[in-house]
């Protein structure tokens, strides 16, 4: 199995469907659009354009108002599917491509994007 964030590794995976082909993020034993069961679970690359962008101010959370302002961004990954990840507060736009590091977050690891030109 590939490295996934929300297992604890430092990678995004994806669900392809052997059939259809259909993509996606959200991982289920089944594809959502021909409903065939057991998907190729794939690396993604963590590279796509941002969809929309966000500022944090004010924290869900006690623990987790160390970390405000964060970005949120929702990103169109070139695979196909769109994912969130947390960005800088500052220095991303709509349509920016990106790409996805990850850094630690309350008591996680979480994607983290930044802009594809800097190193």
């Not at 995004?12 to 065939?36: E, I, K, N």
């Not at 963590?46 to 949120?72: E, I, K, M």
């Amino acid at each position: 199995m590939p490295p996934d964030w929300t297992m604890g590794g430092e990678g995004l995976t994806l669900a392809r469907c052997r059939a259809c082909g259909h993509v996606q993020y959200v991982r289920r034993p089944f594809c959502p659009s021909c409903g065939r069961e057991d998907p190729d679970v794939d690396s993604a690359s963590g590279r796509g354009t941002v969809y929309a962008v966000t500022v944090v101010s004010r924290a869900p959370s006690p623990d987790l108002q160390a970390h405000a302002p964060y970005g949120l961004a929702l990103v169109d990954a070139e695979e196909g599917f769109r994912f969130m990840a947390h960005c800088p507060p500052e220095g991303i736009a709509i349509g920016d491509s990106v790409r996805t590091t990850f850094r630690a977050f309350g008591a996680g690891l979480v994607p983290f994007v930044v802009p594809e030109s800097q190193p």
